[in-house]
């Protein structure tokens, strides 16, 4: 029997051990993949008859692709053999027939084409002065398993945008789901030509009325880009000298916000990345930069800020600042493709191109592109691959790079998000449109992790270990024999029933009283002293009609009525200190903010749920001291206490420092309190007033909605072995120094 207990006893060992090696395993093989470089793949060339082209947009199962000719025909191919479906002119038509010969007609062509940011659709200006937006649609059908995409090129827009005719150098233009389109170029005379077309339907008739505004505003330097967000509420532009300018659009008219240097160099290529928040400026040194609008008062302490170059922002404007610079390519760049998906984008200049992100600043690739002079770029929807044209040919790049977002930087550091107004450690994984930036920090997961872990063993630790010693050496054998096993009870209590009482019960009344928590700190200490001084006055044979260790019962009965008592002067106490209202006070006079569900609230809850961990264990490491130690030290002459503080006590630290660590590994673990108790806001501060949320609790809120293999769900598991790590490392300290108290007290 002995040896089969061994035997049982050996494998239930080696199990937990291996289950939890598995456990690690199974973790790393799910960050793992995070760590992996992209890979930019060359794909297939294929010959595009019909001369070359200048603007590209595939659908999102790259299948098919549209392409616009500087002869206005936008041909379909068919990417699987490259041969063209269907090719459709956009080219606009004269109201009345000209009198020219058709080979005088042909002279008129586009000059400039591309695909607005953002867009889906074909732009080209003609050389008129005329400027075309062209709409692409790839409808997608399905026929039992057989997927059959349908492209689709509507009705063109045509606008006049010189009225003397003279051809665009660039412009750009943007239409959204309601037919209103903005379109803006620069024209010979020097002018900044804005025009609005705006469609209103009679919901009585289903008359559809169009009108159309115009206004020009002043340009001060040469323009060589021009950009427009998809809501068509600001322009930007490029000019010769290096410079960057801000329109704003969304007052009816034009008024220019901000002008800034990008430096000495031209700007050669500039898009917006999705959302129109991030402008990418490519410029003829190769340089490549993030800037984005940010509000001048945003700006203290922001290094990078690029300040104006003519003039201050007006006040509650915003200036277009600096954020990101990449490394600069070997030639000018030249075009420019952002990611439909995410904030990637593609930059092309004379001998290379790259594959950038921006939220992490990751180059995620750089080489050779893979056609010569290309005229047109464009990064798949799926972000899965991209096509370059070049002469009168198409070559397609796949693209495998599913964690781009993930940097040591972007994880553990301050990133520079948009609409930011300065790096800062943020957690926010999702957004209410496709647009958003995720935002992945775990600090401020790892600070509330151990801001709870401390608020909770502030209160657990002083009760748990203080209260195992006066239980194991103090009090009454007949009361010991009642209250170990209570306390001990106390940790079979479910943390959701005591994270549901913290958020739901607990948190308003200390809202309320917590005047009274404050008063507590100063009066219960005095009450506790008080009643101790009290009662060594009095006849010692009095005393000694009351068992050793009894007068636990007089402390129990004081420190009730001293709670009771300072929830009762709480108002008063409010009114006097605070000016009668807390809160009030707290944010005026410190600046901090109340939450209701905040770190008080869960050191409380967790402390309760922690206390009675460390209590058996330090009960168990004081009592297992030898008593012919204690005996000793009486004979000697000591009294009790000095036996308990000089000889108890440091015979016990080191199953004293376990359960601390234990403790420590309780709160960090800790879900469901943190989860139901606080606001789950992961901020980044210590005031004990504001809520938080910690690794473990974000795990539970998160993962249920990750998309498995994706970003968030492997920074989830990432977050897991954070847990695994931080505890393991706890616990080999923990064991290390009470080995060596161990022996270093085994000679007492």
Known sequence: MDRLARWIVSAGGLAIIFSILGILVFIVIEVWPM????????????ALPGGPVGALLVDEHRTHLAALGADGSVRVVRLADGRVLD???VFPQADAPSPEPAEGREAER????????????????????RVVLAPVEFEVTFEAQDRTVIPKVGTPIVQQLDPAGKPLEDFTGQVDEQGNATIAAELESGVLAVVRRTAEENLMTGEVTESVERYELPVSAELTGLVMDADQRNLYGGTAGGGLIHWSLAEGGGQQVS??????SPVTALTLLIGGRSLIVGQEDGAISVWMPVRPGDLAGAAEAAAPEEGEAPAGETALTRIRDFPRQPGAIRLLAPSQRDKGFLALSDRAMGLYYSTSHRTLWTGRAPL????????APKADGAYLAGGNRIAEVRIVNPHPEVTWKALFGKTWYEGYGKPEYVWQSTGGTDDFEPKLSLTPLLVGTLKGTVYSLLLAIPLGVFGAMYTSQFMHPVYKRYLKPLIEIMASLPSVVLGFLAGLWLAPRIEQAMPGLILMFAVLPLLVLLTGFLWTRLPRAFRNRFPLG????????????GIWLCFELSPSFERLAFGGSFQNWLREVTGLTYDQRNAVVVGLAMGFAVIPIIFAIAEDAFSNVP??????SLALGADLWQTVTRVVLPTASPGIFSAIMIGFGRAVGETMIVLMATGNTPIMDWNPFN????????????????AHGATLYRTLFLAALLLFIMTFLVNTVAEVVRQRLRERYSQL
């Open 110 to 129: 586009f000059v400039v084409m591309k695909v607005p940011s953002g867009s889906r659709l074909l732009a080209g200006s003609t050389s008129d002065g």
């Open 87 to 89: 090719s459709v002119s």
């Open 259 to 264: 002008q800034v240097s990008a430096g000495p």
């Open 372 to 379: 010569a002079d290309g005229t047109a770029l464009i990064y």
């Open 35 to 46: 760590t992996a470089s992209p890979r930019v793949i060359p794909g297939r060339q294929t």
């Open 627 to 632: 008593p012919n130690l204690v005996a000793g």
């Open 550 to 561: 009894t007068e636990v019962l007089l402390f129990v009965v004081v420190l009730a009525l």
């Open 691 to 706: 809520g938080f949320r910690t690794l473990s609790a974000n795990i539970a809120v998160e993962i249920p909605e990750a």
